[in-house]
Structures are given as structure tokens and as C-alpha cells.
């Protein structure tokens, strides 16, 4: 226990947490795309399902 006490005044630190100098980017583009162009797929179909003589 003796040794310990002195190892524990070595080990113990300091941890500094800042933030950083440019913001943090996300890119959620492609997340978006996806579901705009499951939209129109569906848009579509029922579009050729409701006029199938225009197409």
C-alpha cells in the first residue's frame, strides 16, 4: 500500500478537452437523396397505374 501511494501522484494527470478550430461537418446528402428518389420511383408508379394509356 505504501508504494502505491506515491504511483498514484505519478499517474495522475491532467486531460484537457477543447473545441476545435473549424466546426465539425456532417454530410447527410446522401441519406436525403435516397429517400427523395424513393419518393419519385412511387410517385411514378402510381402515375402509370392511374393513366396506363398515356404510357
Known amino acids: 500500500m505504501l508504494l502505491a501511494v506515491p504511483l498514484i501522484g ?28 424513393v419518393r419519385l ?3 411514378v408508379r402510381d402515375l402509370i397505374q392511374e393513366n396506363p394509356g398515356v404510357f
Open 10 to 37: 505519478i499517474l495522475a494527470g491532467c486531460v484537457q478537452v477543447s473545441a476545435p478550430d473549424k466546426p465539425i461537418e456532417i454530410n447527410l446528402n446522401i441519406n436525403i437523396r435516397q429517400e427523395v428518389v
Open 41 to 43: 420511383q412511387q410517385d
